[in-house]
């Protein structure tokens, strides 16, 4: 109904229910990862947007502290650049397959999880003090 009414050719239609799950993606990390771990996963722009438009705010806006406060932490937050790659792991002998991933995936969840406070040395000592399948090469 939506894209006859808009009058939306195929692809831009896909673009926007892709721009919709998205929208609705980070909507839902604000509300359960906290503002911080969203803007670093989907762009503090899409979050902006997301809270606004799928959180409801454009229907039925209601000025809150909380809105405002949601909304001013997005506006001043500059995510960091997460400090490791997979050269650093190839340098701790870790073979590059499908665990170097699971591994770095692992690694970002305990940095964001430490609000971003973890140092690539912090986060390489803690991968040594652990047990990784794919360590030799």
Known sequence: ALKKRLVLSNAEYDELCGLSSCHRKAFAAIRKKGVKVA????GVPLCLAAFCLGGGLARDFKPSKENTKVINELRRFTPP?????GKDLLALGIKPDKNMGVLLSKLKEKWLKSDFSLSKRELLVSLKKTSYPNKGR
Do not use: G, W
């Open 39 to 42: 803007a670093f996963t989907y």
């Open 81 to 85: 650049s997460f400090p490791l790659t």
